[in-house]
DNA sequence: CGAATATTTGGCTAAAATACCAAATGTAGG
DNA sequence: CCTACATTTGGTATTTTAGCCAAATATTCG
């Protein structure tokens, strides 16, 4: 694969965990499958929005659906994804320390 | 930290990481600190372009910089973000294998 | 000081992402 | 078949992001 394109595929990848509605929507289906309109209750958005949110995190690869009966219930498809917030956590850590230790001088 | 603040700050971060140069810029700075000029030649936009990059990131705590006679050199802050990338390529055997299967109904 | 070099900033345009509403689709049950 | 319900799709307006050029800033050196 060429190189550009190497980085083309990782970035739309971590593009589609980029988003507010999108992190808490995967933290949540980290504990199981969940239907569409529990998604939508959890992010409080409009339930088109929150389809076209999940359609996209399936283009990435990030989650898979199942249909049963009318509900369609989703759900993570790479559990590893939720070991990047143990260090977006540390970024965040060191960003704070870094502001503090800009106070001092 | 109010919830829906806590993944709008998480996102910002997994946003400085979502664009194809600056996961190649990251994937430079992991072998040590670079300046803004070997990150130009490396990704081959515009010098303001990459400046730009490497400001948004700095903004998000991925980075940080220290200025060096006329050049600024920049480095990774925390390197756990490396640790993404071999999840970053699961995800994407998990969609290869995905399309293999389908290609067999 | 004045020229040369490295980087950042401002301004602007083009492209991509987001959100909502309305309409379409699919499924279940009477 | 008709209705109700869950979800997706299409269309569109708004916001955000990206990239380039030109100008500003900072530093080195003669």
Known sequence: MKN?????ARAK???ALAHPSRLMMIDSL????KC???????VGSDISTVS????????????????VG??????LRVPCIMNFFSC???VMESKAKEQISLVGK
């Open 52 to 67: 076209k949110h999940l359609t996209l995190m399936k283009e990435a690869g990030l989650v898979e659906d199942r249909k």
């Open 4 to 8: 550009r394109e190497k980085y083309k």
């Open 36 to 42: 569409v309109c529990e998604l939508r209750d959890l």
């Open 70 to 75: 009318q509900q369609v219930y989703y759900k």
């Open 30 to 33: 980290a504990e199981g499958e």
């Open 13 to 15: 990848i971590i593009k």
């Open 88 to 90: 977006i956590e540390a």
